[in-house]
């Protein structure tokens, strides 16, 4: 049975259960975010444990065919050993597990973080759109709304 499961888990299929898994959480995250839903099950560890399932079980993909993991050292050497580096199915999916899950983490902090200083939702849903398909950008102009909430600049909150 275990077999049945591995043999199931390609890198594809993985791929569109990972992005057809996390979407609930972000819709939730965008309509919901006062909800116990979003309290207990989209901003909780919940959905890092099913995303840490998702990537140790890609290591141990990667451990079965003897992937060498002192190449990934490589990406730091220039621009081309990056882009060989995602040449490979096996890295570019650990590496869109981890994009996936720190987006999903910044959007669960976004939503505590509006609650804190009672912020609009609507207004809040915007950047969080954004965080969903451009992490950076979608924190900056989370980080500018906020202001006009806290009614002050702090770097380091």
Do not use: C
């Not at 060498?68 to 199915?89: A, E, K, M, Q, W």
């Not at 609009?120 to 759109?129: A, V, W």
């Not at 954004?130 to 009614?151: D, S």
């Amino acid at each position: 049975m275990i077999e049945q499961i591995f043999n199931y888990f390609t890198i594809d299929v993985l791929y569109y259960w990972i992005n057809l898994g996390v979407l609930p959480f972000w819709l939730i995250l965008i309509f919901l975010p006062n909800s116990y839903l979003s309290k207990y099950f989209v901003t909780s560890i919940f959905p890092f444990v099913l995303l840490t399932g998702a990537y140790i079980f890609m290591l141990y993909k990667t451990y079965l065919g003897s992937y060498d993991y002192l190449i990934n050292f490589n990406l730091y050497l220039g621009i081309d050993n990056l882009s060989n580096l995602f040449s490979d199915n096996l890295f570019l999916m650990m590496f869109w597990i981890h994009f996936i899950s720190i987006n999903l983490f910044v959007g669960g902090w976004v939503v505590k973080d509006s609650q804190k200083f009672s912020m609009n939702r609507i207004l809040t849903s915007i950047p969080l759109l954004i965080i969903y398909f451009i992490g950076p950008l979608g924190i900056f102009i989370y980080w500018v709304i906020r202001i006009f909430y806290a009614k002050t600049i702090n770097i380091y909150d």
